[in-house]
Nanobody, 121 residues
Framework: QVQLVESGGGLVQPGGSLRLSCAASGMIFMINDMGWYRQAPGKQRELVATITSGSSTNSADSVKGRFTISRDNAKNTVYLQMNSLKPEDTALYYC???????????????WGQGTQVTVSS
Protein backbone atom coordinates (compact mmCIF):
# COMPACT_ATOMS: atom_id res chain seq x y z
CA GLN A 1 0.00 0.00 0.00
CA VAL A 2 0.97 3.62 -0.52
CA GLN A 3 0.20 6.53 1.76
CA LEU A 4 0.39 10.26 1.15
CA VAL A 5 0.82 12.46 4.22
CA GLU A 6 0.39 16.22 3.94
CA SER A 7 1.65 18.90 6.30
CA GLY A 8 2.09 22.65 6.47
CA GLY A 9 -1.44 23.98 6.47
CA GLY A 10 -2.71 26.54 8.94
CA LEU A 11 -4.05 30.02 9.52
CA VAL A 12 -2.28 32.94 7.84
CA GLN A 13 -3.06 36.60 7.27
CA PRO A 14 -3.70 37.95 3.77
CA GLY A 15 -0.41 38.55 2.01
CA GLY A 16 1.31 35.84 4.03
CA SER A 17 2.99 32.62 2.98
CA LEU A 18 2.71 28.93 3.68
CA ARG A 19 4.57 25.88 2.41
CA LEU A 20 2.71 22.60 2.03
CA SER A 21 4.49 19.27 1.88
CA CYS A 22 3.23 15.84 0.86
CA ALA A 23 5.34 12.73 1.33
CA ALA A 24 4.53 9.40 -0.30
CA SER A 25 5.57 6.18 1.40
CA GLY A 26 5.03 2.46 1.02
CA MET A 27 5.46 -0.05 -1.78
CA ILE A 28 6.50 2.46 -4.43
CA PHE A 29 8.03 1.38 -7.71
CA MET A 30 7.72 4.71 -9.48
CA ILE A 31 5.89 8.03 -9.15
CA ASN A 32 4.73 9.85 -12.26
CA ASP A 33 2.79 13.12 -11.88
CA MET A 34 2.25 14.71 -8.48
CA GLY A 35 0.16 17.72 -7.61
CA TRP A 36 -2.27 19.65 -5.52
CA TYR A 37 -6.01 20.23 -5.65
CA ARG A 38 -8.14 22.29 -3.33
CA GLN A 39 -11.78 22.41 -2.30
CA ALA A 40 -13.48 25.36 -0.66
CA PRO A 41 -16.77 24.99 1.21
CA GLY A 42 -19.67 24.69 -1.23
CA LYS A 43 -17.38 24.48 -4.25
CA GLN A 44 -16.02 21.73 -6.44
CA ARG A 45 -12.49 20.45 -6.08
CA GLU A 46 -10.19 22.36 -8.42
CA LEU A 47 -6.70 21.87 -9.73
CA VAL A 48 -4.02 24.06 -8.15
CA ALA A 49 -0.78 22.79 -9.68
CA THR A 50 0.85 19.68 -11.07
CA ILE A 51 4.42 18.55 -11.70
CA THR A 52 5.74 15.70 -13.79
CA SER A 53 8.56 13.35 -12.86
CA GLY A 54 10.77 15.51 -15.06
CA SER A 55 9.67 18.63 -13.15
CA SER A 56 7.51 20.20 -15.84
CA THR A 57 4.81 22.19 -14.10
CA ASN A 58 1.29 23.42 -14.72
CA SER A 59 -0.83 25.65 -12.51
CA ALA A 60 -4.22 27.29 -12.37
CA ASP A 61 -4.43 30.87 -13.61
CA SER A 62 -5.68 31.97 -10.19
CA VAL A 63 -2.37 31.01 -8.53
CA LYS A 64 0.14 31.79 -11.28
CA GLY A 65 2.88 34.07 -10.02
CA ARG A 66 2.00 33.34 -6.38
CA PHE A 67 2.25 29.56 -5.91
CA THR A 68 5.20 27.37 -6.87
CA ILE A 69 5.12 23.60 -7.05
CA SER A 70 8.28 21.51 -6.72
CA ARG A 71 9.28 17.96 -5.88
CA ASP A 72 12.13 15.96 -4.43
CA ASN A 73 12.15 12.61 -6.21
CA ALA A 74 14.65 11.12 -3.75
CA LYS A 75 12.20 11.81 -0.92
CA ASN A 76 9.00 11.06 -2.90
CA THR A 77 7.78 14.45 -1.77
CA VAL A 78 5.92 17.28 -3.47
CA TYR A 79 5.82 20.84 -2.16
CA LEU A 80 3.58 23.84 -2.71
CA GLN A 81 5.05 27.22 -1.81
CA MET A 82 2.19 29.69 -1.47
CA ASN A 83 2.96 33.40 -1.36
CA SER A 84 0.76 36.51 -1.38
CA LEU A 85 -2.12 34.48 -0.02
CA LYS A 86 -5.66 35.79 -0.43
CA PRO A 87 -8.84 34.99 1.49
CA GLU A 88 -10.13 33.22 -1.64
CA ASP A 89 -7.26 30.73 -1.29
CA THR A 90 -8.96 29.36 1.82
CA ALA A 91 -9.69 25.68 1.20
CA LEU A 92 -8.83 22.12 2.06
CA TYR A 93 -5.74 21.28 0.02
CA TYR A 94 -5.24 17.72 -1.20
CA CYS A 95 -2.11 16.27 -2.70
CA UNK A 96 -2.16 13.45 -5.20
CA UNK A 97 0.44 11.24 -6.82
CA UNK A 98 0.22 8.88 -9.77
CA UNK A 99 2.02 5.96 -8.14
CA UNK A 100 3.07 2.69 -9.68
CA UNK A 101 3.16 0.28 -6.76
CA UNK A 102 5.60 -2.62 -6.62
CA UNK A 103 3.99 -5.65 -8.25
CA UNK A 104 1.26 -3.63 -9.98
CA UNK A 105 0.66 -3.51 -13.74
CA UNK A 106 0.58 0.28 -13.86
CA UNK A 107 0.13 3.46 -11.89
CA UNK A 108 -2.98 5.10 -10.50
CA UNK A 109 -3.84 8.18 -8.46
CA UNK A 110 -3.39 8.14 -4.72
CA TRP A 111 -4.69 10.96 -2.51
CA GLY A 112 -3.73 12.51 0.78
CA GLN A 113 -6.18 13.25 3.57
CA GLY A 114 -6.13 17.00 3.03
CA THR A 115 -4.67 19.93 4.97
CA GLN A 116 -6.63 23.06 5.79
CA VAL A 117 -5.40 26.46 4.65
CA THR A 118 -7.24 29.47 6.05
CA VAL A 119 -6.39 33.02 4.97
CA SER A 120 -7.98 35.57 7.25
CA SER A 121 -7.16 38.69 9.20
Amino acid sequence: QVQLVESGGGLVQPGGSLRLSCAASGMIFMINDMGWYRQAPGKQRELVATITSGSSTNSADSVKGRFTISRDNAKNTVYLQMNSLKPEDTALYYCYADVWEIGALGGYDHWGQGTQVTVSS
